[in-house]
């Protein structure tokens, strides 16, 4: 707006990647494999769950967690759904561990993701370009914490990325296509860092998130390169 040349992603892109809720919406209608996941929004004391076709219902944190229960399985993972480098976004193995999530995740966003956890290698692949973009080698993050949370992110010197992902070199083929076809779908421009999941058991691809302006710190090293 104020004519500044900037590198990266237009606003259409970089708004639709930061909320996760309409991510996942423009990622779905691509065809693109995702975690199951529920959308929910903070109304005052109480919570509106809001299903896949976009009905409200006004229902209380007790209320809210049985829906979750009943339509994903724990571990569940609580995200604020406009919040980037994981801050706010907290893991549930419990009904009483899910109350207090979605209630720390509500202080950051009233609109809020509940996603079934996956077991597996959590990876990351680059998009450079335009209409013609390439997608990078597959990298792999090994966190040093439980989860890729803030401090696992940017406070903790353990946390590092394998290039490439210990994963197979089909996978990795899969998921710079899809990579790029989720860049695209959100109108991507520029650079963008897209992650993903390989379930350990099904070796099943899901995209996790779009990162239109990844972040980039000292404690996010490469160890090694081939």
Known sequence: MIKVPYVGCKVLASSLAMDKVYTKIIIEKAGIKQTKSEYIRKFNENYIYIDKTFNEKICT??????????????????????????????????????????????????????????????????????????????????????????????KNQESRTLIPAEISKENQEKIRKLAIKAFKAIDGKGLSRVDFFVEDKTEEIYLNEINTLPGFTRYKYVSEVI
């Not at 919040?83 to 109350?99: D, H, P």
């Open 61 to 154: 944190i007790d209320e809210i967690c049985e829906i979750m229960e009943k339509n994903l399985k724990y571990p569940m993972f609580v995200k604020p759904s406009n919040s980037g480098s994981s801050v706010g976004v907290n893991k549930a193995e419990t009904k009483e561990e899910l109350k207090e999530m979605i209630k720390i995740a509500s202080k950051y966003d009233k609109k809020i993701l509940v996603e079934q956890g996956i077991v597996g290698h959590e990876v990351e692949c680059a998009v450079l370009g335009n209409e013609e973009a390439i997608a990078s080698n597959v990298g792999e993050i090994k966190s040093a914490e439980e989860f890729y949370s803030f401090d696992a992110k940017y």
